[in-house]
């Protein structure tokens, strides 16, 4: 028994020993989110490096650049950006490929506001005596605090990078090293400090002490700032020795990324987090004089309900090529701007007018009212009360003898959607587009147009497809331009749905679909697999917005154009004067594509969707795995 004690006691003292070296062999570098200020403007963090280029070469992406058959294109396409960027790599001594490289573990970067360098808060204000500072009456706390923010507004933006290179950090030290030295012969000045057995290296220009460049190494990472005082904050922060607080405290950032960050096996590897509101007030607040005029204006339009929009995205999966997510986080009650964000809930499911070879369709519910009232209020907040009412509505009664309301807003039943299509032949815009909008009484839309038609659309013309009256602008004599499809602005009542669009073949193709004619959509299988994950993405969730889209089919367009003639003359033309056209134009000379569906396989349909709730509007995007 006293051996099997003493072999006890040895064991557990030896792992005690061996979690101690280890400790201190595997070092522990801070998330991005815990070096960064809780005032933090916009941040964006890939986890980790090594491991999400690992992903990518696995994705659809990965594999089709990997194909025996594309990768002499792709070989091309790389060697072409690595030309392309060799007079940057010329003056820090990196190729593309090298710079690429650098980050192996995490990589962040932020927006962050640059701060004062005076205590404004306890400057006299407007001429006061020193002996006024001790009035601490909540006026004179609040004016000093204006002043302070308006100081800190004017200081400007800086940059806070965080990059994990582990212990093959040469090439990174190099770029440093080369920016160094340029800005010493600008006439900067270096100065070193330790701080807790750490160097802290500040670049500063006595031009402008303000935009001074910090960083230190540490644990296989290196931490870079762009402002006073950027990199210091953040040292001290991995040191425990600030007491502001870091971004992961921050309410709003914990309340938007958990929402956008999901299960363990599908946590994402890119991250990022913006302050809008923040944002523009800087920029307003930092502009001079007009500031005063615009601020209240931006106020009023209650921008600053925006407490943050941030989102994620996630590559790789079983079922996914790639998963993404994306909140804006709003306090209620939603008026200003917010008082036209009113969606609403009801089918997505695409009509039988939406054809099969679409290139992408998208289903909306929506208020239409309520946006009304409240397009009226921020209205007759410039205009003042009854402007909408004078200088809109009556003068529509006026012009056409309905009333808008009436006649247009209330004549729909809350629901839009939106088609593309490639029109051929290819052309730089051969992506047609038609919207349409659900109707409650078509011939009373009929009853309008016809009204409209008598009154202020007058050169409105019409002829009939089928059953269908189809409504067009007078056609004007146009010399048609190789390469440009000539847009055809028209419009139809197509069952209970009034529809718009800038081309008739496709508004034709719509009707032909809604006859029958043609394949639906609603009748894919491709359609019916989207649309079905929808469900299983949203959980008991209610949409207000639902989209299906063809990555191939954009693909196609830049496929043609890349192999038309028009394209090549077109570049050719441009690389006479720009080394980087120039390039592309050989690149397009010097390859034969392969056959278009040796890159269609590698692109599977898509969805995305968006549901309403009380803290805010979420949305998400999935892509299927390509078979």
């Known amino acids: 028994m006293r051996l099997i004690n003493q072999l006890l006691t040895s064991g557990v003292f030896t792992l005690l020993a061996m979690v101690s070296v280890l400790g201190e062999e595997a070092p522990i570098v801070p998330g991005g989110p815990r070096l960064m200020p809780e005032k933090t403007l916009a941040y964006v963090r890939i986890e980790n490096a090594d491991e999400f280029r690992q992903v990518l070469a696995t994705s659809a992406t990965g594999k089709m650049l990997a194909d025996p058959k594309l990768k002499p294109v792709a070989g091309e396409i790389f060697n072409t950006a690595s030309d392309l960027f060799q007079q940057i790599g010329d003056q820090i001594g990196l190729s593309l490929e090298e710079l690429l490289a650098i980050p192996q573990g995490q990589f962040a970067v932020a927006l962050l506001p640059l701060e004062s360098s005076s205590n404004t808060a306890l400057q ?10 001790k009035d601490e009456s909540p006026d004179a706390i609040r004016k000093r605090l204006e002043a302070k923010r308006a100081t800190d507004a004017n200081s400007g933006f800086g940059v806070l990078a965080v990059i994990e290179t582990g212990t093959e950090d040469g090439s990174l030290e190099k770029i440093l090293a080369t920016v160094e030295q340029k800005l010493i012969d600008a006439g900067s000045v270096t100065r ?6 750490t160097k802290l290296v500040r670049i ?16 296989g990472a290196t931490v870079i700032g762009i402002g006073s005082g950027l990199g210091r904050a953040a040292l001290d922060r991995w040191n425990g020795d600030s007491t502001e607080p870091t971004l992961a405290q921050s309410t709003d950032f914990a309340a938007v990324m958990g929402r956008c960050i999901g299960a363990e096996e599908t946590r994402p590897q890119i991250t990022f987090f913006v302050d809008p509101y923040r944002i523009v007030e800087r920029i307003i607040k930092g502009s001079g004089g007009g500031a005063a005029l615009v601020w209240p204006l931006v106020e009023d339009l209650g921008l600053g309900k925006i407490r943050g929009i941030g989102g994620s995205v996630f590559q790789g999966g079983e079922l996914f090529d790639d998963i993404s997510h994306m909140h804006i986080l709003l306090d209620p009650p939603r008026d200003g701007i917010f008082g036209v964000v009113r969606p609403s809930k009801g089918d997505t499911n695409p009509p039988d007018w939406v054809p ?3 290139a992408s369709y998208l289903s909306l519910s929506w208020r239409m009212d309520k946006t009304f009232d409240g397009f009226e209020r921020i209205f007759d907040k410039f205009a003042g009360d009854g402007g909408f009412a004078t200088r809109v509505t009556e003068k529509f009664k006026q012009d056409t003898g309905l009333d808008l309301r009436e006649s247009l807003v209330n004549a729909t039943q809350d629901r839009a959607a939106m088609i593309t299509w490639l029109q051929q032949p290819v052309t730089f815009n051969s992506q047609a587009r038609l919207i349409a909008i659900q109707l409650k009484d078509p011939a009373e839309m009929t009853r309008t147009i016809g009204k409209l038609r008598e009154t202020v659309w007058k050169r409105l013309e019409s002829d009939v497809v089928g059953t269908t009256t189809v409504y067009r602008g007078r056609k004007r004599e146009r010399e048609p331009r190789p390469g440009v499809r000539s847009p055809e602005p028209c419009a139809a009542i197509v069952g209970e749905w009034v529809m718009i669009s800038d081309s008739r073949q496709l508004l034709e193709h719509a009707i032909r679909a809604n006859s029958g004619a043609v394949p639906r959509l609603s009748s894919l299988p491709d359609y019916d697999l989207v649309a079905s994950e929808m469900g299983a993405q949203l959980g008991t969730d209610s949409p207000f917005m639902f989209s299906f889209s063809r990555a191939s089919e954009a693909l196609r367009q830049v496929y043609e154009l ?7 003359d077109f570049v050719r033309s441009r690389g006479e004067k720009s080394p980087v056209a120039k390039r592309i134009a050989e690149l397009i000379e010097k390859n034969e594509l392969p056959p278009f569906d040796e890159f269609k396989k590698y692109f599977a349909p898509s969805g995305a969707f968006a549901y309403d709730e009380p803290t805010g509007i979420h949305f998400g995007r999935y892509t299927l795995k390509a078979e």
């Open 124 to 133: 006299p204000l407007n001429g006061a005596k020193s002996s006024e500072l």
């Open 192 to 197: 070193t400090e330790n701080i807790g057995g």
């Open 356 to 358: 099969s070879d679409v």
């Open 562 to 568: 890349a192999k038309s003639s028009q394209i090549k």
């Open 204 to 219: 500063i220009r006595p031009s402008n002490e303000k935009m001074a460049v910090e960083y230190f190494s540490r644990n």
